[in-house]
């Protein structure tokens, strides 16, 4: 027997026509990098997506082809998201602040054909340009700089553009887009979306229980379009008509604060390095900031830590905490309470709410532990594995790295995790940055956010130090607010709350911790930093500052 359905492929092109039929006064607002805004309608956006989609047609896009964007999060990056694909290009993503180098590794690796660049990032493109195999550059946001000779001018482009509608006939399986892992080692690899995957990954995140998305809501993707599509946000809102707000370059919490009340903003996305700023910005200055008093945070790129949450909580901020991958889509799971913990004491409300949460319907996940055995019993703990319609099957041309799929058909997401009984899933670190100490397992992540949970701990990262006795041991490296802490104080903080073998052989203060190109701790330079030098030198490093402290 078969079923009696029509089999219309899920494409993105029908968010873009229903967003452009329903919704076409539907406000996009973008802040330029002098901090004005630029406002248009999805009417303008719908036409606009369509020009830039017949103005690449017209330059020779062929079916397939890789268009580069080197764009902050504005409207015009949204025009991106859909005028490429829905004639057939590939979106690629760019990430700005990625070095020289590794830009012209991956558009190279890509093949990018097409770029659209910033006016104000030409002199990142200007390190990598000659390495890269781009036959056609547009330049967009221009504000007066003369164009050079070996570009195009984005809105000449689309003023040139017939005004019709283009879609390309496009099966599901054809690719949106595609982004590349930052690689902490080796190269950074490439994922590629498809039309299907999109479209899943979008319905799934606007469900109730994941973002919670409809067109009622204000949407502000803080998290940059070039880091795993902005976590689908763009064709999510557009997808139920939303109104969507972009932050632009600027990241600073009071530029952001700003946005968020200017455009009584009800659903804002991002790392939490960005939060942290924010809610500090909020405790100096409470009711400075008229918020919609239904904005919700989503949080995750690295692990929120409970303080964060419920410091928001404070102002009436609500934070979702949310994990995921660029190999996912990049939504796995989001933080929802069932029913029953909903319900239970404040306490364990926030211990719940700390964990990544719950999977999305199209997320499947199990746990494998070291012996290789498979458990959701909720009390192993092991590398997380996972499957889905929204989940990689491979890495575009790296067949060297066919190891991160099993073969029975999941993903190795090299995290270290356990999913409790009730189906909530916790991450204990990245397999890499697990302490491992006389054999046992020290999770760096929990360590973490038990320090930031001090009020004079503003960051905390706790990095694995080699040990000759137990093979590693937790050294966690801080920056304190203003008075300092006392590292005892700091000791006993954490001695309340973990066994007394995994408290920090020292605790060493610094100004800043080194962030990732896409706002995570960079732990990697902390261990190139501390991991050389001997138990002994840390320990008596910890002791000069304290006695520079003492000495006031
Ligand atoms: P990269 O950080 O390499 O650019 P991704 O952005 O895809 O790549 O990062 C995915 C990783 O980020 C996950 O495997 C996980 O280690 C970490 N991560 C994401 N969200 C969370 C979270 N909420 N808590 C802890 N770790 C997280």
């Known amino acids: 027997m078969r079923a009696t359905m029509m089999e219309e492929p899920l494409l993105i092109h029908r968010f873009l026509e229903r967003a452009g039929r329903l919704f076409p006064e539907v406000e996009v607002v973008s802040r330029r990098p002098d901090g004005s805004l630029h406002r248009h309608r999805y009417g303008e956006f719908f036409a606009r997506a369509h020009r830039l989609a017949a103005g690449l047609a017209a330059g020779g896009l062929d079916k397939g082809d890789r268009v580069a964007t080197l764009l902050w999060n504005h409207h015009v990056h949204l025009e991106a998201y859909f005028g490429i694909p829905i004639r057939g290009g590939v979106v690629h993503t760019l990430n700005p602040r990625l070095a020289a180098e590794e830009l012209a590794y991956i558009a190279d690796h890509a093949q990018d054909r097409v770029l659209i660049v910033d006016e104000v990032l030409l002199s990142v493109l200007e390190g990598f340009r000659e390495r890269a195999p781009f036959s056609r550059i547009l330049v967009a946001n221009r504000q007066g700089q003369a164009l050079p000779a070996w570009a195009e001018c984005y809105e000449e482009v689309l003023a040139r553009a017939p005004q019709e509608l283009v879609y390309s006939p496009a099966g599901e399986e054809d690719p949106v887009g595609m982004c590349y892992t930052s690689g902490t080692t080796g190269h950074p690899k490439g994922v590629v979306y498809s039309h299907r995957s999109t479209v899943l990954h979008a319905l799934a995140s606007a469900l109730p229980d994941s973002v919670g998305l409809s067109h009622r809501d204000t949407v502000m993707p803080v998290v940059p379009m070039f880091h795993v599509n902005a976590w689908g946000l763009p064709y999510a809102a557009v997808m139920v008509g939303a109104k969507l707000v972009f932050p632009g370059p600027r990241l600073d919490a009071s530029s952001l604060l700003e946005l968020l009340e200017g455009e009584q903003v009800t659903v804002a996305a991002g790392v939490p390095t960005v939060w942290l700023r924010v809610l500090e910005a909020l405790d100096a200055e409470p009711g400075r900031w008229r918020l919609h008093p239904e904005l919700r945070l989503i949080v995750g790129g690295s692990a929120a830590p409970e303080a964060m949450i419920r410091g928001f909580d404070r102002h009436g901020v609500t934070v979702i905490h949310a994990w995921g991958m660029t190999e996912m889509s990049p939504l796995g799971t989001l933080c929802r309470l069932k029913r029953e913990h909903q319900q239970a004491d404040e306490d364990t409300r926030y211990r719940y709410r700390a ?198």
Not at 464 to 477: I, K
Not at 513 to 523: A, E, Q, R, V, Y
Request: glycine share 8%; proline share 8%; aromatic share 8%.
């Open 355 to 552: 964990m990544q949460g719950l999977p999305m319907p199209v997320v499947d996940m199990r746990i494998v532990d070291e012996k290789g055995e498979v458990g959701w019993d909720g009390r192993s703990m092991g590398e997380l594995q996972v499957r889905g319609p929204c989940v990689a099957r491979a890495y575009y041309k790296r067949p060297d790295a066919a190891d991160a799929f099993t073969a029975d058909g999941w993903f190795r997401t090299g995290d270290v995790a356990v999913i409790t009984p009730e189906g909530y899933m916790k991450i204990a670190d990245r397999t890499k940055d697990l302490v491992k100490s006389g054999g046992e397992w020290i999770s760096s992540v929990d360590l973490e956010n038990a320090l930031m949970g001090h009020p004079q701990v503003a960051e905390a990262a706790v990095v694995a130090v080699p040990h000759p006795r137990w093979e590693e041991r937790p050294l966690a490296v801080v920056v304190p607010r203003d008075p300092p802490p006392g590292v005892e104080e700091l000791r006993a903080h954490l001695a309340a709350r973990f066994p007394k073998w995994w408290l920090p052989d020292a605790i060493l203060f610094v100004e800043e911790i080194p962030k990732s190109s896409t706002g995570k701790f960079l732990k990697r330079a902390l261990r190139e930093r501390f991991g050389r030098a001997s138990w002994e030198e840390l320990k008596a490093q910890e002791e000069e500052q304290q006695r520079r402290a003492e000495a006031g």
